[in-house]
Nanobody
Framework: VQLVESGGGLVQAGESLKLSCATS????????MAWYRQAPGKSREYVAS???????NYADSVKGRFTISRDNAKMTMYLQMSSLKPEDTAVYYC???????????WGQGTQVAVSS
């Protein structure tokens, strides 16, 4: 199983980025998926999640600015990030949560840096 994030980078406050998480080895279409992030010196925190059916949930800190989506045919999850703030600076991780007997998986992370 592989989860590979891409799309991170350095942007200015107010700009946008779109992260991708390409997966392999998963039965992607039946897996709920999520994004987490970890800022320097802080614990990893939940950002957003999407069910196999496409229902979404967001942390309050990103609600209205970030949009999670998935393309089951491409086995890929996305995170569209708009109106970025310096406090969004973190390493963003793709996650396939543990569900029943299915194991949890993490990607290696992609760095997002937002300058003021």
């Amino acid at each position: 199983v592989q989860l590979v994030e891409s799309g991170g980078g350095l942007v200015q406050a107010g700009e946008s980025l779109k992260l991708s998480c390409a997966t392999s080895g998963l039965i992607f279409s039946i897996r709920p998926m999520a994004w987490y992030r970890q800022a320097p010196g802080k614990s990893r925190e939940y950002v957003a999640s999407i069910t196999s059916g496409g229902s979404t949930n967001y942390a309050d800190s990103v609600k209205g600015r970030f949009t999670i989506s998935r393309d089951n045919a491409k086995m890929t999850m996305y995170l569209q990030m708009s109106s970025l703030k310096p406090e969004d600076t973190a390493v963003y991780y793709c996650n396939a949560p543990k569900v029943g007997a299915m194991s949890i998986y993490w990607g290696q992370g992609t760095q997002v840096a937002v300058s003021s």
